[in-house]
């Protein structure tokens, strides 16, 4: 059977160079007469791959030395409660963006903590932009800011950072980590699980400007500390061992490709094929505004739950997947990350032109 194209928002495609790769050093790798899910953490070969994951990371993604690298588990989900109990710990005190539904547990879990305050949201329309703020809309004594940068579900994209007033920016970049360069120094910490464009699921990769560490609150569990991780290189207890191994494989195909800025020149070609055509189609529109539309997830609508149902199983029966909306806005979603290949976005909207014709 041939490969589909896979347009899941996460767990989603992995590049086929790094998928080849993986299956050719499934029973041996490289000398170690094993595969690197049956070696052990502590072994000298394991150390050289996590090493090599690490440097590349730091490469690709220009990221300073007064920021430290952790490979964590729990997902991003986790990062909503690590991020105050090691943060929020100054004043006791963090703003909020409401960007949508991942920036809103991120608030709700962080004011379990403490004073988590919410400065804007886009809820009054369905989350479709990016709300607009200035450096006075934010506590200068607040520990920290927290942003979404790339709303998964609803396809939108800060392309401009907020002016927080000098306090560290905290985000979410589960969905649009190495989509295209993000400068590391304007951020406190960064956060992502890798299953949208890194790994698969296991492996929360943490960016973090290293004094912020070593500030958590007395009743963090040592697990949650982002110092247990930093003092024992991300090795104080077993880490998700094959996920880093298969993300140094993508951050090596990253290389091979040129890197983050053609990472987002391919990226933004892809997303312009398929904006391009909704802008100018007379069946399906996106939803997002124009100026905060995300390189990575895609949603549209035709306006009629009973058509955009009949493309989401037509579409399956022609080799698009996974092209329904997340079940909280309904519609499509296409998440084009970075191993969806060109012709892949170009198929789909091909397939979505012979669909209007014969739908309209
Ligand atoms: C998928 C996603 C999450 C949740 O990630 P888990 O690793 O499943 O906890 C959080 N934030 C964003 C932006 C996401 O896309």
Known sequence: MARVYNFSAGPSMLAEDVLKTAAAEMLEYGESGQSVMEMSHRSKEYQAIFDETEANLREIMNIPDDYAVLFLQGGASTQFAMAPMNLMTKNGKADFIITGQWAN??????????????VASSKDKTFSYIPKTT??????????????????????????????????????????????????????????????????????????RKDLI?????????????ATHYENGSMFNTPP???????????????????????????????????????????????????????????????????????????KKAGFLNLKGHRSVGGMRASIYNAMPIEGVEKLVAFMKKFEEENL
């Open 105 to 118: 547990k991120a608030f709700k879990e962080a004011a379990r903590y403490g004073n988590a305050r919410e």
């Open 135 to 208: 450096a006075a809309d934010f506590d200068k004594d607040a520990d920290y800011v927290h942003i979404c940068m790339n709303n998964t579900i609803y396809g939108t994209k800060y392309n401009k950072l907020p002016d927080t007033n000098g306090v560290p920016l905290v985000a979410d970049i589960s969905s649009c980590i190495l989509s295209e360069p993000i400068d590391v120094t304007k951020f406190g910490m960064l956060y992502a699980g890798a299953q949208k464009n890194v790994a698969p699921a296991g492996v929360t990769i943490v960016i973090i």
């Open 214 to 226: 070593g500030n958590a609150m007395d009743i963090t569990p040592t697990m949650l500390n982002y």
């Open 241 to 315: 061992c094959y996920s880093i191994y298969i993300a140094g494989l993508t951050l090596k195909w990253i290389k091979k490709m040129g890197g983050l800025e053609k990472m987002k020149e391919l990226n933004e070609k892809k997303a312009k094929i398929l904006y391009d055509f909704l802008d100018s189609s007379k069946l399906f529109k996106g939803t997002v505004v124009p100026e905060d539309r995300s390189l990575m997830n895609v949603p549209f609508v035709t306006g009629d739950e009973e058509l955009d149902a009949k493309f989401v199983s037509e579409s």
